[in-house]
């Protein structure tokens, strides 16, 4: 009698599966190489499996490993990015432009980027629409305004993107120039003071002048006078036959003229000091001090050379020495000082020179530019010309410093001929 088969439930169908595989037995109904051909095959792409997620989860980690290098690079970059709708409305920002700004990121997302300018916001509105409208890259500058109310000069760079979802955005740099722009302000003030230069040199080569025809008038050109007039009352005298009294008298000329000669010496000793040339900067300023003290005896100048005359490049000797004369000048001709301190020292590869005085300051704002000035500006001019820099502190009551440095390669005498 045939038996009757019972249905092969689903689940007991996997034990017995489980169970075959387990023991390497063989169901009763399956032919044996059919089943060690099934089972060789569920293996197989058991493996295959397993080696496919085992290349997704390494592909997913690669992915997950770029997306943090990519988040880095934006959220670090040198320069602002930020992701704009077409309402101006920021959708992300990098944390570069948050600290561009002063503020935290969150507080960028969702707001009008145009209301983080104040002067300039419609000429941010006008860019934007021109990115969404030609659809093409567009630059402006604009003045945007920090936490605190500081100003930063920005580059805008701005590119159309559409997304997958038909999302239109634009993608913008912001580039902080206010280096930059502070530098090009600097060059225009350069070539602004270079272009009154002339001007200056030639003011200051009338004031020379003009002082030097009234030393010549006011000394020599006196005493020439009065002594031709007395040369002539000799001659009547020596017409009449008195030469003895007319001898007298010539020889009561001999103080008058070495008064003249030492007039005259004293006016081209202060154009170029023949001790320049001869002895070096030390001693023609130590001379200088000492002839300053002779027509203004209420005022003592103490001289502190720190430095030796072999120390000092040659093209820097005649740039000191001016530097100096020109400071004690304005010292007696303005300060009202009784006492004034010349320093002149060597530190390491530096050469400083300082002159300070007592005297009644000034108000630096309020000098400069003025044209009368003429002694500050031939002081800066000199100072840069020479290759130094040029300091002056003052104050209203409380004296003036006038301080300049210069930078000396090692190699004295490499630098002086690279000046010549």
Known sequence: MKRDKKPIVKDELRTRAESCIATGEIFEDVASDFAKDMVHELRVHQVELEMQNEELRRAQAEIEESRARYSDLYDFAPVGYLTLDEHGLVME???TLAKQLGIERTHLINKPFHLFSQSDGETIRE?????????????CRVLLLGKNGEKIYARMESIFIAENNGAKRCRTNVIDITLARQAEAAIRQSRDELAQVPARLLAAQEEDRKRLAGELHDSIGQTLAALKFRIEHILDVMKNGKFTEGMALLEQFIPTLQYSIDETRTIYMGLRPQLLDDFGVIAAIHWYRCELMKLYPHIHIEAEMRIEELDIPERLKIAIFRIS?????????HARAEWVDLVLVKHCDMIELSVSDDGIGFDLDQVHGCPKSYGLSGMKERTEQSGGKLTIESVPGKGTTV????????GNNDWQEGLG
């Open 325 to 333: 004369q020109e400071a004690l000048n304005n010292v007696t001709k």
């Open 93 to 95: 920002a990098n944390l």
């Open 127 to 139: 860019h934007l629409r021109t990115v969404f409208e030609t659809q093409t890259p567009q630059t």
């Open 403 to 410: 301080r300049v440095v210069w930078c000396i390669p090692e």
